[in-house]
C-alpha cells in the first residue's frame, strides 16, 4: 500500500491559547486600556473651569500623589482600609457558619433550595436592598421605635450617616459572596476524611482546626478576595448609608471626577487605593503564609522509624 | 403627597412607598426601566457626588407629528409627568428623562461621554453655560422656533442672561433661592439670619443633625451671605476667610451633604437642613406645624435654571418642541404645581389651582427678592470647590 504522505493527515491545529483570546480582548479593552488613561491622567494637571477640556496633560508631574497623601484624604483612606478589613473579617466569621452548615448539616436534597435562599438578596437590586436600611434604621424609623418602646433606647436610634451604618450594609452586601466559595469548598471535602480524624482520636475542635480548616483554605482564600477587593472601592453603600461621616475612597474618586471636575487627583487617588488594596493583600498573604509556616513546623511528625 | 410615578411598583406600607419612591426618584440613583419592562437595574452612581437615573414615560405613539425619542438630562423631580405624558402623546415622542445631582456632575459627564452620552436637552442653571459653551457642549438656539419664548418675564432673562452668552445657548426653566428648612419640634426659637443658622447648628441636641447643600457655591455662600461680602467675590482674602469659618463653625456639626434634605429631614435624620425652597416645601407641606421655611438673609441666592439643547442632540426637533411646549403658560403652571419653582412664564400664576399649599415658598414678597443675590461663575470656581471638598473631608472626620 501506498504510505500517505504525513502532511495530508495533518490536522488543522490552532495554537492553544486561541480559547482564551476572547476574554483577552475584552480585558485588553476595557481594563487595561482604561486603566492607563486613569495612570496617565494621574500625572496630568487640572486646567481651569472654563476651559475646553477638564485634563491638562502638556506638563506631568506627581504634584496629584502629593495631594492625595495630605492630611484630610489621608483619613478618608485609613477609614476605607479600616471598613474593608473590618467588613471582610466579618463576613468570614458570619459566613463559615452558615457554609459549615449547609454543606455538613443539611440533607442533599434541601441543599439547592437553601443556598438558592442565600442569593435570593440578590433577586433586587443593589442599591434597593441598601435604601431599605435607610427606612428600618431612620430616627423615627420601625428599629428605633421598637428600640424605644422596650425601653431598650433612651432616644432616636442614631446609626445612619456614620461608618457604624456603612460597617453594617456592606457586611449585609457582601456576604454571599463570602459563602459561595466557602460552601463550595466545604461541600467537595469528603465527610470520609472528617469521620478518619475522629476515629484516630481527634476531638471535634481538633478535627476542624487540623483536618477541615486546612483543607478548605483555598476556599476561604478565594472568599476573603471575593469581599476585599469590590469592598474596598465600595462607592454605593457608604453613598446611601455614610453620610458625611462615612465617606470611603470610592466616594473620594467620584467627588473629584464629578464634582469638583478634577480628574488628574481624581486619577490619581484611583492609583493610590489599587496600590493600597495590593499592599493590604501583599501583607495579608505573607502574616498567611508565615502562620502556615509555623503550624506546619509545630505539628510536624516523623513518620521514620527511630 | 405627590403622584405616584407609574414606573415603579412596589408592595409596602404607604408611609414607606412614599419614602422609598421619594428617594428613588428624588436622590436620583436608581434607572428604572420602562413601564413595559418594569425591572429595576443599578446604575452606577451616588449621593455624594452621584448620578442619574431614568424614568421613562412609554406612550403608545399615535399621531407622529415629530417622532423619535426625546433624551432630557436634568434634576430630580424637576418636571410634572402629567406634561411628559402629554407632550409624548400629541407629538409621539418617546420621554427620556435621566437625572444629576449637580450642574458639576452633569458637565463632567457630558464632557467625558461627549456625543455618545445621547442627551438632547439639558438644564443647567445659568452661570454654568458659559462652562459648557467654552466645552462645546450646546447648541446656539433658535429663538424663532420657541415663540413661546416671549412669554418669559423679561427681568428673570436679564438675570439669566448676566454673562451675554446664557441668552443665546438657553432660556429660562424655573428660579429660586435658598434657605433653611428645620424641625421647629427640636428649634424652637425661629431662624432670621445665616449668622443664626450657623449659631443654632452649634447647639448640643442640633449639632451632628445638620444638612448642607451638595452644591459648592451655596456652601461657601453661606459665610459670604452673613458677613456682608460679594457672594461673586474673586478676592483669595475672602475665600480664605470662607474657608476658616466653615471648616470651625460648621464641619464638626454636620451629618451629611445632601441637595434634596426635606424627606431625610422628615424621617428625623435631621433637625436643620439647607435647602432650596421647592424642596424645602415638600416638607413644609407634610407638617406645616413642625417643619419651617426661611429664606436665606440678610442675603442669600437667586439662581436661574434653564432648558438648553445639546450641539449632540439627534432630535433637535423635539427638543425645540418640548421648550416651547413648557413655555406655554397653563404647562408652566403644572409645572409649578409639581416642582415648586416659579416658572418666570407670564400669565401662569392665572392657571394655578386657589388651594395650591404653602404659595409663600414659591413666589417671594418684594422684601425677600430685595435679599436676593444672582451668583455667577467665575475665575473662583475652582478654589469654591477645594473649600468645598475640604470642607466635606472635615466633616468626614
Not at chain 1, 435604601?131 to 446609626?159: H, K, Y
Not at chain 2, 457630558?110 to 442627551?119: C, I, K, P, Q, R
Request: hydrophobic content about 50%; charged content about 15%; some cysteine.
Amino acid at each position: 500500500m501506498a504510505v500517505m504522505a504525513p502532511t495530508a493527515r495533518r490536522k488543522l491545529r490552532l495554537p492553544r491559547f486561541i480559547m482564551a483570546v476572547p476574554s483577552m480582548i475584552w480585558y485588553v479593552a476595557f481594563f487595561v486600556v482604561p486603566l492607563l488613561v486613569i495612570v496617565l491622567y494621574s500625572f496630568g494637571y487640572k486646567p481651569p473651569a472654563t476651559a475646553a477640556s477638564s485634563i491638562g496633560l502638556d506638563r506631568l508631574s506627581f504634584d496629584n500623589y502629593t495631594n492625595t497623601f495630605s492630611a484630610t484624604f489621608n483619613q478618608t483612606f485609613i477609614a476605607t482600609i479600616r471598613i474593608a478589613v473590618t467588613g471582610t473579617l466579618l463576613c468570614l466569621l458570619v459566613g463559615f457558619p452558615l457554609a459549615y452548615f449547609l454543606a455538613t448539616r443539611t440533607s442533599p436534597r434541601y441543599r439547592g433550595v437553601l443556598l438558592g435562599l442565600v442569593i435570593v438578596p440578590f433577586w433586587t437590586s443593589f442599591l434597593l436592598r441598601t435604601f431599605a436600611w435607610r427606612i428600618l434604621l431612620a430616627a423615627n424609623g420601625p428599629a428605633s421605635t421598637f428600640l424605644q418602646s422596650i425601653g431598650f433606647l433612651d432616644e432616636p436610634l442614631r446609626v445612619l450617616d456614620t461608618r457604624g451604618a456603612v460597617q453594617l450594609g456592606v457586611l449585609y452586601n457582601y456576604l454571599p459572596l463570602m459563602i459561595f466559595p466557602l460552601f463550595v469548598a466545604l461541600d467537595r471535602l469528603d465527610p470520609a476524611l472528617r469521620e478518619a480524624s475522629k476515629d484516630l482520636g481527634a476531638g471535634r475542635i481538633a478535627t476542624f482546626f487540623q483536618v477541615t480548616l486546612p483543607l478548605v483554605m483555598p476556599g476561604v482564600v478565594a472568599g476573603l478576595l471575593l469581599v476585599f477587593i469590590p469592598l474596598a472601592g465600595e462607592y454605593v453603600t457608604p453613598a446611601v448609608l455614610g453620610g458625611a461621616k462615612g465617606l470611603m475612597a470610592g466616594g473620594l474618586v467620584a467627588s473629584q471626577f464629578l464634582a469638583a471636575l478634577n480628574w488628574a487627583l481624581g486619577s490619581a487617588m484611583a492609583v493610590v487605593l489599587i496600590l493600597l488594596i495590593l499592599v493590604v493583600i501583599g501583607v495579608f498573604a505573607a502574616a498567611g503564609l508565615i502562620v502556615r509556616t509555623i503550624v506546619r513546623r509545630n505539628r510536624k511528625v516523623e513518620l521514620a522509624a527511630k | 403627597m405627590k403622584k405616584e410615578v407609574e414606573t415603579i411598583r412596589l408592595l409596602a406600607p404607604r408611609a414607606t412607598a412614599n419614602h422609598l419612591r421619594y428617594q428613588l426618584t428624588r436622590r436620583g440613583f436608581i434607572r428604572v426601566g420602562s413601564a413595559a419592562a418594569g425591572g429595576l437595574l443599578l446604575a452606577a452612581c451616588g449621593d455624594g457626588g452621584g448620578s442619574g437615573g431614568t424614568e421613562t414615560t412609554a406612550v403608545a405613539t399615535t399621531a407622529a407629528e415629530v417622532g423619535g425619542d426625546l433624551s432630557i438630562y436634568t434634576w430630580a423631580e424637576y418636571q410634572n409627568p402629567d406634561n411628559t405624558e402629554a407632550f409624548a402623546a400629541a407629538n409621539g415622542v418617546n420621554v427620556i428623562i435621566d437625572i444629576y445631582e449637580s450642574n458639576e456632575a452633569a458637565i463632567a459627564k457630558l464632557e467625558l461621554a461627549g456625543a455618545s452620552a445621547g442627551y438632547d436637552i439639558v438644564v443647567p442653571t445659568s452661570g454654568f453655560i458659559k462652562l459648557m459653551v467654552a466645552k462645546d457642549l450646546l447648541l446656539e438656539l433658535d429663538m424663532a422656533r420657541l415663540p413661546n419664548s416671549a412669554n418669559i418675564d423679561p427681568a428673570i432673562a436679564a438675570l439669566q442672561n448676566a454673562d451675554g452668552i446664557a441668552g443665546k445657548y438657553s432660556v429660562v426653566k424655573d428660579w429660586g433661592s435658598t434657605g433653611w428648612v428645620y424641625d421647629a419640634s427640636v428649634i424652637t426659637e425661629p431662624l432670621a439670619t445665616w449668622g443664626d443658622f450657623l449659631t443654632v447648628a452649634a447647639q448640643p441636641d442640633v449639632s451632628g443633625l445638620v444638612s448642607i447643600l451638595g452644591a459648592p457655591g451655596d456652601v461657601t455662600g453661606i459665610v459670604f451671605w452673613r458677613d456682608g461680602i460679594d457672594w461673586n467675590t474673586t478676592d483669595p482674602a475672602d475665600l480664605d476667610h470662607a474657608e476658616e469659618v466653615l471648616l470651625a463653625e460648621l464641619a464638626p456639626h454636620i451629618k451629611a451633604f445632601d441637595s434634596y434634605p426635606a424627606l431625610s429631614l422628615v424621617a428625623g435624620e435631621y433637625v436643620l437642613s439647607q435647602a432650596w425652597n421647592g424642596d424645602a416645601r415638600v416638607a413644609v407641606i407634610e407638617d406645616p406645624e413642625r417643619y419651617k421655611w426661611g429664606l436665606g438673609a440678610p442675603k442669600t441666592e437667586l439662581w436661574v435654571d434653564t432648558w438648553a439643547i445639546l450641539k449632540s442632540a439627534a432630535n433637535v426637533d423635539a427638543a425645540y418642541a418640548w421648550i416651547n411646549n413648557i413655555l406655554d403658560p397653563a404647562v408652566a403652571a403644572k409645572e409649578t404645581e409639581w416642582h415648586g419653582y416659579d416658572t418666570a412664564v407670564m400669565g401662569a400664576q392665572d392657571f394655578l389651582p386657589a388651594d395650591l399649599p404653602a404659595p409663600e415658598i414659591i413666589f417671594f414678597t418684594e422684601e425677600e427678592k430685595s435679599r436676593l443675590v444672582a451668583g455667577e461663575v467665575n475665575e473662583a470656581q475652582d478654589r469654591i470647590v477645594e473649600i468645598y471638598n475640604n470642607l466635606q473631608a472635615a466633616a468626614g472626620i
